[in-house]
């Protein structure tokens, strides 16, 4: 209990003291840096007229082309002996001029032109897009040339050509996100409220464009300080005698071999502007839009971690099932608290049994069925404790490539929802050719014809020429035979059927179960069921065990069970099962939530919930009693007991 | 399929029409007097009433459109006073050039940008990872005309490997190492900025998509890693990845206009800086139409790809 303390004393710190935006940013040590070269690079050019530098365009023909580190010239001179180091901050301060004045340029149009877009919708929407659109089918810099060119060479046409150019990113993305608020509920009541298109455009939809201007702003004001450079290197932009680092760049290349240091210098420093400028501009964005903060993509490895401290629990002597589950616990580790999805759990299942898990969602029925063959994502979640024995081979102990040879082919799994589970670029015979071909050596022909009979078998007609097609083309029905079929594909001794039948229509869903429940009668595979509807489990489990906060906390033979439940929350869960002809019945959902699971109360963890709760309840640790062999309860005033004693 | 296709390039149409009127209306915004800008401000004011009539000129907006739009059925994009050539020949000559290089360019960006961000996606946080995202950010931040002559001073001036010049002669007479010989700096430099876009959105493409479901199927069915991530995860990532490459086409041409100008490649982008400091708008507007519609046409085949592989578009 160590751990929950911790999390309790956690919990105060990280709600009152949520960090703040500046806080965010500076933790992020490569937006630090950029932020600090930034502002140097920005002082430093401010100051310019304040520093004792040499005036940048007095010539001096003797001190020409002088190397770096000369004496009076720390960067040395350029082919007019102009001082290099003076030019160049003088440089910098046009070339930031000129890229933030773009930058501010293209925002302010392009946005105006988005909100008024995303919020007139309709024809003006059209109207406005479809010539963003048009700007947009130009490759970018084409058309700052070809705007350059009309209105002629010079620094001020530069930045306007690349200020228009950048119209349509700030259109588009101000637009879509316009579109999105203009639906709301609070601009629908400053509509009501009597406020003008005006008002509500610029007092209620532009504050919260406001980060999207803002992020689009800090990602394109390095690009645009690069392309007016650019122009200007072309000898389009700054004009001699005025000076940007792109035209400094340009005069040096001229004599780039006899004095490299003339166009390596002004390089170095676009470089260093643009490089802490993107630097800061991802960190803006990290800290604005969450959704791209890294980590928040986190990849999953191939196989869930395992961190067992304690030995390992041996498998049980005597008469085991074909897989044996012992004391299994799977943690998640996230933003410091550990969240314990699965705090110890014992399963058996026999050759031939069908074994149902049942519980509400978040009661860590899937992550069990998960954790079995490592398929719980790591980061975050990882093995904490016990053991999976799979005929007797502890398959967290097993290496990776054991564990994927078993995976399919010993142990197969149908998970819930069949659009998200199959793969929406490849064909359903290409699938499940893959399945058959990864565990058994058979030739391309074989291998289709055993996919055709698959699909027969669960009873897709046209098998043949279902084989080309994407699971899209299929009904939700199909598609979860066609996952039943996959893990059909080699006679696994083990089916994890995780909600198969959740995300199907009634009609469909019985269906499903009377095939799977057929084969199993037919090959003798064993059936772990996960699921939350207790109708269901009745439909096809043998034996049943319900889960509550991670543990199992009632297990006993279904019709047992359902007869004469004797958890108050079994209870509860057999009450919401709607009965037909008892219209009157009770089916209200089980008052209050089950508890988070990173911070699990002493005792018994539906104690909140129960109506038949007790002080004891609330204290020490409440073993699972097994009554008789296979009937087990997780309470300390069990119902029903006289009727299963 | 074929009906997808057909359905795009009629799409294509009037995008492509919308251009002829975005580059006219450009070039019809000229302050001042076209002739006179033409012609010099000594012209006589009876030559400049000539060439406005030999220009049409003289007629409303709408009509010199309609003639200029039917030059242009006939492949007459005006002639090109500089080079006393008609533009449509200096452009296309000049255009194959670019194709070269851009090609290449993006071939090259293409092929490391993915590879770099499969590589760091695979192993995220790690070292690789660490490296490659510094690359990327110091690759897109970097001028790439500096970068240019950066590489002409290691690898032509020191080390004599690359010419930094010296491209004449793509039309005939060149050989293919000599191709490749002036191609590779160029090349290189041109897909840096391109690669690194790619890098970094196939990163989060691919973690994104290691994170779905079907990617826990492929696993569950016992697939081998290499399987999941090249075959599985790589596929449905290629999907959001190739219209990007589509729009980094256009960054690659337009990047063109720099490395040819650094490298003295006798493309269009080295051509159209020429034609705007001498002046030469009808060369700058077929030069600007020409490179406008292959961009149009070249994004087309990328939504082409994109259906392709993912069946879900048709």
Not at chain 1, 26 to 55: E, F, K, Q, R
Not at chain 1, 229 to 247: E, I, N, R
Not at chain 2, 74 to 96: A, C, I, K, M, W
Not at chain 2, 182 to 202: F, K, Y
Request: overall charge neutral.
């Amino acid at each position: 209990m160590t751990d929950t303390t911790q999390t309790v004393e956690m919990k105060p710190k990280r709600t009152s003291a949520r960090p703040g935006t500046l806080a965010l940013l500076l933790n992020n040590s490569l937006a630090t840096g950029g932020l600090i070269v930034l502002v140097a690079i920005c002082l430093i050019a401010l100051a310019a007229p304040l520093l004792p530098l040499a005036d940048p365009d007095v010539t001096a023909p003797v001190d020409r082309l002088q190397p770096v580190f000369s004496d009076g010239h720390l960067l040395g001179t350029d082919h007019l002996g102009r001082d290099l180091l003076s030019r160049l901050i003088w440089g910098t301060r046009v070339s930031l001029a000129v890229g933030l004045s773009a930058t501010v340029i293209a925002a302010f149009f392009g946005s105006l032109l988005g909100l008024v877009a995303g919020y007139a919708g309709g024809r003006v929407d059209t109207l406005i897009m479809r010539g963003i659109d048009m700007v947009m089918a130009f490759p970018y810099i084409l058309l700052a040339l070809a705007i350059v060119a009309v209105l002629g060479p010079g620094l001020l046409n530069a930045l306007y050509a690349i200020a228009l150019v950048n119209i349509p990113f700030f259109a588009r993305n101000i637009r879509g996100i316009t579109l999105g608020l203009s639906r709301r509920e609070f601009v629908d009541a400053a509509r009501l409220s009597g406020k003008s298109p005006a008002q509500i455009l610029f007092l209620e939809i532009l504050p919260n464009v406001l980060p999207v201007i803002v992020i689009t702003m800090s990602t394109t004001v390095g690009w645009m300080i690069l392309e007016t450079a650019g122009l200007s290197f072309l000898g389009l932009g700054a004009q001699p005698p005025q000076a940007d680092l792109g035209s400094m760049l340009g005069e040096g290349r001229k004599i780039l071999f006899t004095a490299p240091h003339v166009s390596v210098i002004p390089g170095l420093m676009i470089f260093a502007l643009v490089m802490s400028i993107n630097l800061f501009g991802d960190g803006v964005r990290d800290v604005l839009d969450p959704r791209l903060r890294a980590g928040s993509l986190t990849r999953p490895v191939a196989r869930t971690a395992v961190e067992r401290g304690d030995a390992p629990v041996p498998p049980p002597s005597g008469k085991g099932g074909v897989l044996d589950v012992r004391d299994m616990r799977t943690e998640f580790e996230i933003g410091g608290s550990v969240y314990k999805a699965v705090g110890g759990v014992d399963l058996t299942l026999a050759a031939g049994e069908c074994l149902g898990i049942v519980g509400e969602s978040g009661s860590g029925k899937s992550v069990t069925a998960m954790s079995i063959m490592g398929l719980v994502p790591t980061p975050p979640g990882r093995i904490a404790g016990g053991a999976a024995y799979l005929d007797g081979e502890d398959l967290f102990a097993v290496s990776d490539r054991r564990i994927r040879k078993l995976r399919g082919s010993a142990v197969a799994y149908v998970f819930q929802d069949p659009l998200s589970t199959l793969h929406p670029l490849f064909t359903v015979g290409d699938q499940l050719r893959e399945a058959i071909g990864t565990h058994q050596p058979l030739s391309a022909a074989e291998v289709k014809a055993r996919a055709i009979e698959l699909l027969s078998l669960v009873r897709i007609p046209n098998a043949k020429e279902r084989l080309s097609a994407y699971p899209h083309e299929l009904s939700g029905g199909m598609r979860q035979r066609v996952c039943i079929a996959m893990a059909l594909a080699n006679d696994a001794k083990v089916l994890i059927a995780d909600e198969p039948t959740t995300a199907l229509d009634v009609t469909v869903q019985s269906q499903i179960l009377t095939l799977m429940n057929g084969l199993r009668r037919d090959r003798n595979a064993a059936i772990l069921f996960i699921t939350h509807d207790f109708g269901v489990v009745s439909a096809i489990c043998d034996r049943v065990a319900v889960m509550y906060a991670g543990r199992i906390v009632e297990t006993g033979r279904t019709n047992e069970v359902l007869a004469s439940p004797q958890h108050p929350y079994t209870a509860k869960l057999i009450e919401c099962v709607p009965v037909l002809g008892e219209p009157e019945r009770r089916l209200d959902a089980i008052e209050g939530r089950p508890p988070v699971v990173n911070n699990l109360p002493d005792g018994c963890a539906f104690a909140d919930r129960c109506g038949r709760v007790r002080p004891e309840c609330r204290s020490g640790e409440i073993a699972l009693v097994i009554s008789r062999e296979d009937r087990g309860v997780r309470c300390l005033y069990p119902l029903n007991t006289e009727g299963a004693a | 399929m074929a009906a997808y296709i057909a359905r795009r390039l009629l799409a294509a149409i009037p995008v492509l029409f919308g251009l002829t009127i975005i580059v006219f209306l450009i070039m019809a915004m000229i302050p001042g007097d076209p002739a006179t800008a033409i012609l010099g401000s000594y012209a006589t004011p009876e030559n400049v009433a000539r060439l406005n009539r030999e220009l049409g000129l003289d007629k409303t907006l709408f009509e010199q459109y309609v003639i200029w739009i039917g030059n242009l059925f006939q492949g007459d994009l005006g002639r090109s006073y500089t080079l006393n050539r008609p533009v449509l020949d200096e452009v296309l000559e000049r255009f194959s050039a670019t194709l070269i290089l851009a090609g290449t360019s993006l071939v090259l960006c293409s092929v490391f940008g993915l590879l770099a961000g499969i590589v760091s996606a695979v192993r995220q946080y790690g070292w690789a990872d660490k490296i490659i995202t510094l690359l990327v950010l110091v690759g897109i931040s970097t001028p790439s005309f500096w970068l240019g002559l950066i590489l002409i001073l290691i690898f032509a001036v020191n080390l004599r490997l690359f010419p930094a010049s010296g491209m004449y002669a793509i039309y005939g007479g060149s050989d293919l190492p000599d191709l490749i010989h002036h191609l590779t700096l160029p090349a290189l430099t041109l897909s840096v900025v391109a690669t690194g876009v790619i890098a970094r959105l196939t990163r989060t493409a691919m973690l994104e998509v290691l994170r779905q479901d079907y990617i826990r199927t492929a696993r569950a069915k016992g697939l081998s890693e290499r399987k999941v991530i090249y075959k599985h995860a790589f596929k449905s990532a290629l999907v959001g990845v190739v219209p990007v490459i589509g729009i980094q086409a256009g960054f690659v041409i337009g990047g063109a206009v720099y490395i040819e100008t650094v490298f003295q490649w006798p493309g269009i982008g080295s051509m159209l800086v020429t034609a705007i400091s001498t002046r030469d708008l009808l060369l700058v507007q077929g030069g600007v139409l020409v490179v406008a519609a292959a961009y149009v046409l070249f994004n087309l085949f990328a939504d082409v790809v994109q259906t392709l592989l993912d069946p879900r578009l048709r």
